[in-house]
């Protein structure tokens, strides 16, 4: 019984957590520039988060360990420092993009210019860490984030052409604009694979104290919980393209991307656009501030864990809150946080292979996972993220300097 | 890799030096975690195979690693701001009492050795002036009022 309401609040959680400023940032650009076309990174990014969550669960729920935990254990500490500072830096600028979306949604509502709400968004973040537990946290911000499937419910209202949806599932060449198509086919895919999820979801399992019968759970949490999760992505594409793309609207600006949801709620889409962001984006900073400081703890192997008193764990508390204020500064002064999103969402698809390598070696140890080690479905999906991944890398750099203008 | 027999305390029989205990997660007695393996100190015995003699823990050990040089400017940096006293923490192979596949456990109090000087530091002259949170002062904390 226990475990069934797990699962029931671990998918509503997934569900509401999924989308980020990240997802709504490069949704909204996808739908509003190459409408139904990007629908298929969306498809292909969900399919193999879902297997590396699913797997992060599964190790932590075998060995007890975290990821960042077991790469320094088991891969050793000079294979893991050059992937640990590159990865942090990246979850500096997630978590300054995830700031800047807050601010922005209170820019929004309040008028007031968004560098300005830096510092007491900061505060606020901090706050709730300071304060909540572990699962309050999760549990809160996550169903507060149902409120995201707003986006699922205006793309249910504006009717879609279901032969375009279908159409966009498969990759296709753009016809317009290859430069643009590709970095924000690449940021889509940075989007859906962010590599915070895994260190937060693995140590997560570790702090609900997961052991081996909770794979049954795990499984449902990553294949229902994404799954449903993306179609809040498939949703804000399907409505940048019915209400963005017509009038020519190409995102250039958190201002227009405003618009989307006016169309399908007159009188409430305005709010409703600027809660859904400021609660996503609220989820995700504090998911992304704690993925920083489990992995830096983890790593020196410090005491670790947002249910203990911080006069336990002193210096895990200090490195978020240290991460929280670096990124504020960002936003305080006045980097765009659309540009700060867009370039961070494509580095987080550049930096894919520094998770996925750790990931295959980790994950067929024998030694580690017994009988629970990887299948051949398993191995051969999370190889494809890690060709896909250092192919992206490759050519997401260039595109970088191209298309992100 | 070398091999050793161990006795019957929580030992598994055959390990391996770095998968087994490099970098491994320390535990004190009370499971609270206070670092890693950061190095491992051989002893060489005539005639004999090589045991260890003790694990050391702290930041200078873990630059050794890396580069001398990297050491040397680490060690710098701790003579002039650290809060640590030592620069290894070295505790001895006895001191071990059990080792398992996600933690090594000290039968020593995290507390009183050098490797939570920066814990209690921080404890003492930040964490203790900023008003403290509604979690974690259950059970836990009763304790040790």
Redesign the interface.
């Known amino acids: 019984m226990k475990k069934a309401a797990t699962l029931a609040l671990g998918i509503l959680t997934s569900v509401g957590g999924f989308f980020d400023v990240g997802n709504l940032a490069t949704a909204a650009q996808a739908g509003g520039v190459f409408r139904l076309q990007l629908l298929w990174p969306l498809l292909l990014g969900t399919l193999l988060v879902i297997f590396l969550v699913e797997m992060s669960g599964r190790f932590a729920a075998v ?3 975290a990821l960042p ?1 077991a790469i ?3 891969l ?3 294979t893991w ?1 050059v992937p640990f500072l590159v990865l942090s830096l990246v979850h500096f600028l997630v978590l300054g993009a995830e700031i800047g979306g807050i601010c922005f949604a209170l820019h929004l509502v309040t008028g007031l210019p968004t560098p300005v709400w830096a510092l007491p968004v900061a505060a606020l973040v901090w706050l709730f860490l ?4 572990f699962s309050a946290i999760e549990n809160s911000t996550s169903l507060l984030g149902l409120l995201t499937l707003a986006f699922v419910v205006a793309a249910w209202q504006h009717r879609p052409p279901t032969g375009q949806i279908l159409a966009g599932m498969l990759p296709t060449l753009p016809h317009h604009d290859p430069a643009r198509y590709w970095f924000i086919a690449v940021s889509l895919l940075g989007a859906v694979i962010s590599p915070y999820m895994f260190y937060f979801y693995s140590s997560g399992a570790v702090e609900d104290k997961w052991d081996d019968s909770y794979i049954g759970v795990n499984r449902g949490v990553s294949v229902i919980g994404m799954g449903f999760g993306s179609l809040i992505s498939v949703g804000a594409i399907v409505v940048a393209a019915v209400v963005l793309a017509p009038r020519g609207i190409q995102v250039d600006d958190y201002h227009q991307a405003a618009l989307m949801l006016t169309t399908a709620f007159p009188f409430w889409g305005f709010v409703l656009f600027a809660a859904s962001m400021a609660i996503a984006c609220l989820g995700a900073a504090t998911e992304v501030a704690l993925s920083m400081a489990y992995a830096t ?1 983890q790593t ?5 864990g ?10 895990f ?2 490195m978020y809150t240290g991460a929280i204020l670096g990124s504020a500064l960002l936003i305080l002064f006045g980097v765009d946080p659309l540009k700060l999103t867009l370039l961070t969402m494509a580095v987080n698809a550049a930096v894919l292979p520094f998770v996925a390598i750790p990931f295959l070696l980790l994950m067929n140890d024998r ?2 996972l017994k009988e629970h080690r990887n299948g051949w479905i398993s191995n051969t999906v999370t190889l494809v993220v890690v060709v896909l991944s250092i192919v992206l890398a490759i050519v997401s750099i260039p595109l970088l300097i191209q298309g992100g203008s | 890799m070398p091999r050793q027999k161990e006795n019957g305390k929580g030992i598994p029989d055959e390990l391996e030096l770095a998968r087994d205990i490099l970098d491994q997660q320390v535990v004190d007695r009370e499971e609270t975690k206070m670092g890693r393996v950061d190095g491992l100190v051989l002893e060489l015995r005539e005639g004999r195979p090589p045991r260890i003699d003790h694990i050391e823990m702290g930041a200078v050990v873990l630059a050794r690693r890396l580069s001398p040089r990297l050491e040397r400017w680490v060690d710098g940096w701790r003579r002039r701001f650290g809060v640590r006293k030592v620069a290894r923490y070295k505790a001895p192979w006895s001191d071990v009492q059990e080792l398992t596949s996600y933690h090594l456990k000290l039968d020593v109090g995290a507390l009183d050795t050098p490797t939570f000087d920066w814990e209690r530091w921080l404890r003492d002259h930040v964490i203790q002036h900023i008003p403290r949170p509604l979690k974690g002062n259950g059970e836990e904390g009763e304790k040790k009022e």
């Open positions: 060995t007890r360990q935990d320094r254990t088991h050793g500490f000079a420092l300071w304060r909540a537990s703890a020196y192997g410090w005491n670790w947002e249910d203990l008193d911080p006069r336990e764990d002193a210096r508390c200090l030694k580690l």
